[in-house]
């Protein structure tokens, strides 16, 4: 937490951060793109199977 002088009052008050419920969160979601992504890229290379390559 960080603390801020408030300049109108002269209080002192501490910030709140991000709720770790909502870090962890993005972090799943995060992994599940990656995941997502490295798998299209290395399975989803090519044709599916039973069909003809295409000429080049």
Same mark, same amino acid.
């Given at each position: 937490? !960080?603390?801020? =002088?408030?300049? !109108?009052?002269?209080? +002192? /008050?501490?910030? @709140?951060? /991000? *709720? @770790? #419920?909502? /870090?962890? &969160?993005? +972090? %799943?979601?995060?992994?599940? %793109?990656? #995941?997502? %992504? /490295?798998?299209? &890229?290395l399975i989803g290379s090519g044709p599916p199977p039973?069909? *003809? =390559? %295409?000429? =080049?």
């Amino acid at each position: 937490m !960080t603390k801020i =002088e408030n300049v !109108t009052t002269g209080a +002192i /008050v501490r910030s @709140k951060g /991000v *709720p @770790k #419920a909502a /870090v962890v &969160v993005f +972090i %799943i979601f995060f992994i599940a %793109i990656l #995941a997502w %992504i /490295v798998y299209s &890229v290395l399975i989803g290379s090519g044709p599916p199977p039973g069909f *003809p =390559e %295409i000429p =080049e």
